[in-house]
């Protein structure tokens, strides 16, 4: 919630729900105002590129066989 005076910060979101503990994963935070639709297509756009990343990082080890 980027629109409310008390808003946490960037840095106290991240530490508080432990992202940096993440290593394995991309995580990524976007301000928003959903009300005003502010953000939401950049961080829908960035999850959809996300997606589509590791889907060709799969699919490229998919037929890999372990002998």
Not at 11 to 28: F, I, K
Not at 30 to 37: D, F, I, L, Q
Not at 52 to 58: L, S, Y
Request: glycine share 4%; hydrophobic share 35%.
């Amino acid at each position: 919630k980027h629109d409310l005076v008390d808003t946490a910060t960037l840095p106290n979101l991240v530490t508080s729900m432990r992202l940096h503990t993440l290593s394995n994963r991309p995580w990524h935070i976007e301000a928003t105002v959903a009300t005003r639709g502010e953000g939401l297509k950049e961080g829908f756009e960035w999850l959809a590129n996300t997606i589509k990343k590791t889907k060709a990082k799969t699919k490229k080890y998919r037929y890999l066989t372990v002998r």
